[in-house]
């Protein structure tokens, strides 16, 4: 299996429009470089992988930022559909998702996190995530993180002991418009360690 369909390192100002990845260990690693950042990743459409369907780090710290529109990933049994993973150094501000479905056969669909020093803002809108436990689940990423118009769906009826939204760590959460569908086991809001605002 290839370790990856693209994978960049240190990039800072890149269009990557359209194009499908499958069967990869990650269909799609960014390692962003740059306070001042502009990655954009639209209309792709990632399949099968074992690791990560789009992989988000930073290059170095406090690196930012990165847009990702119209994507569509069904990662594997062992896959994130969309990772970001909680490094004190390596960690990216200033991220905007929209229009975008992201899908597991794995217990967790999207994970992203950032540094627990303050970090810039994230956003999510009109994002679809599906997994067998907890499709979205957002830690320690600082600053401020909006959603708006999410749908998590739970595959399976979902994983007793996982909730369908989990978030904890310090930082400021909006969530304007979340919807659960497919549950039938587990729970559905998992709040507990956040430490900040949840609006």
Not at 1 to 19: D, E
Not at 151 to 178: K, P, Q
């Amino acid at each position: 299996m290839p370790k990856a369909g693209i994978s960049i390192n240190g990039v800072r100002n890149t269009t990557i429009s359209g194009g499908a990845f499958s069967d990869n260990v990650t269909d799609l690693y960014l390692g962003i470089r740059g306070t001042g950042a502009n990655v954009i990743v639209e209309g792709v459409e990632c399949n099968g992988a074992s690791r990560a369907g789009i992989w988000l780090q930073g290059s170095a710290a406090n690196v930012g930022g990165a847009t990702i529109t119209g994507a569509r990933v069904n990662a594997g049994e062992t896959a994130r559909a969309l990772y970001s993973p909680n490094d004190e150094i390596h960690y990216v501000n200033e991220v905007r998702i929209s229009d975008c479905d992201f899908a597991t056969r794995y217990l967790t669909a999207v994970e992203v996190s950032a540094s627990p020093t303050p970090a810039a803002n994230w956003s999510f809108s009109n994002v679809t995530c599906t997994a067998r436990g907890t499709p979205f689940q957002a830690y320690q990423f600082g600053g401020q993180m909006t959603i708006k118009g999410m749908r998590l769906v739970l595959s399976d009826g979902g994983t007793e002991g996982y909730s369908a939204f989990r978030c904890y760590g310090a930082g400021a959460m909006i969530v304007d418009g979340l919807m659960i569908a497919g549950q039938t086991v587990g729970t559905t809001l998992d709040t507990r360690r956040f430490v900040g605002s949840l609006v």
